[in-house]
Nanobody, 116 residues
Framework: QVQLVESGGGLVQPGESLRLSCAAS????????MGWYRRAPGKQRELVAT???????NYADSVKGRFTISRDVAKNTVYLQMNSLKPEDTAVYYC??????????WGQGTQVTVSS
């Protein structure tokens, strides 16, 4: 079992920034992939960004240039720096990891609300 603890969500105004964190613990082995997904009200969950153990990143087109994903391998933690936030970024953000055994794990989610 891999446990994921997310933090950093909140309420911000358009144009402001937030940083999400997700710390993994438990039967981690090697986390080959870490990432963030989100689910907006009335919509399906969608990929936001992922990062591999080698540092390769992938972003949804809607967040490219505004969001940056990074990871601290020693701390088994992944971050999502979100700049220039827009109302359409409002969603519950979920951390996701996949370890070397192929086990896929999800965090409990953290709410991000962008509103004036």
């Amino acid at each position: 079992q891999v446990q994921l603890v997310e933090s950093g969500g909140g309420l911000v105004q358009p144009g402001e920034s937030l940083r999400l964190s997700c710390a993994a613990s438990g039967s981690i082995f090697t986390l080959v992939l870490m990432g963030w997904y989100r689910r907006a009200p009335g919509k399906q969950r969608e990929l936001v960004a992922t990062i591999t153990s080698g540092g390769s990143t992938n972003y949804a087109d809607s967040v490219k240039g505004r969001f940056t994903i990074s990871r601290d391998v020693a701390k088994n933690t992944v971050y999502l720096q979100m700049n220039s936030l827009k109302p359409e970024d409002t969603a519950v953000y979920y951390c996701n990891t996949r370890n070397s055994l192929g086990v896929n794990s999800w965090g409990q989610g953290t709410q991000v609300t962008v509103s004036s």
